[in-house]
């Protein structure tokens, strides 16, 4: 299976900041990733797709980008609401496997 | 609008099995691949298995593997999972979840349903 992992597995940050999340496979996956948001007790929510499009909905601060075995996660403008966990997901063969997560906290 | 609604959770005891449910609607079901994927509890996003659209092509994790079945009826607009032999590490919350089609990650989720596999 796909190994994903993702860097930093926590941090902090504050409201405005410029924030970048790591997600890098173990193996090549062409740009078959997406980034999830999950915030406690919700379900994920589908941020970015093909590592760098933008679901219909997610505000443009957020943004992706990388291919074959390196991805990030940039979130230009750290808004309240953006404080969650995030996991990259590679689609590009079965199984599927996600990251283990980053937890965004607010400084 | 699309709803995922998941049912059938509960406290089960090790070695049992459980069966959950997924009724969708607001699409057409019988077009897309539906996955299950689980949380336990404090943990991350774990993907469990998928069933493409006509059920030809079906999909499991390594662990779950002969434990598991995932199974569809798109008469029925609803998405299985058959959990046998169940393990205390088989405790999390199941979501139902859409796979996007064209084929591009998870765009739809349920709000999961808790299996407590505990004696």
């Known amino acids: 299976a796909i190994r994903m992992t993702q860097s930093p597995s926590s941090f902090s940050a504050s409201t405005g900041d410029r924030v970048t999340i790591t997600c890098r496979a173990s193996?090549?996956?062409?740009?078959?990733l997406a980034w999830y948001q999950q915030k406690p007790g919700k379900a994920p929510n589908l941020l970015i797709y093909a590592a760098s499009t933008l679901q219909s909905g997610v505000p443009s601060r957020f943004s992706g980008s990388g291919s074959g075995t390196d991805f990030t996660l940039t979130i230009s403008c750290l808004q309240s609401e953006d404080f969650a966990t995030y996991y990259c997901?590679?689609?590009?063969?079965?199984?599927?496997?996600f990251g283990q997560g980053t937890e965004v906290e607010i400084k | 609008e699309v709803q995922l609604v998941e049912s059938g959770g509960g406290l089960v005891k090790p070695g049992g099995s459980l069966r959950v449910s997924c009724a969708a609607s607001?699409?057409?079901?019988?077009?897309?691949?539906m996955n299950w994927v689980r949380q336990a509890p404090g943990k991350g996003l774990e993907w469990v298995s998928s069933i493409s659209s006509s059920s030809s092509y079906i999909y499991y994790a390594d662990s779950m593997k002969g434990r598991f079945t995932i199974s569809r009826d798109n008469a029925k607009n609803s998405v299985y999972l058959q959990m046998n032999s169940l393990r205390a590490e088989d405790t999390a919350v199941y979501y139902c979840?859409?796979?996007?089609?064209?084929?591009?990650?998870?765009?739809?989720w349920g709000q999961g349903t808790l299996v407590t596999v505990s004696s």
């Open positions: 997901q590679q689609y590009y063969s079965y199984p599927q496997t």
């Open positions: 979840a859409r796979g996007s089609v064209p084929a591009a990650g998870i765009d739809y």
């Open positions: 607001g699409f057409i079901f019988s077009s897309y691949t």
């Open positions: 193996q090549g996956i062409s740009n078959y």
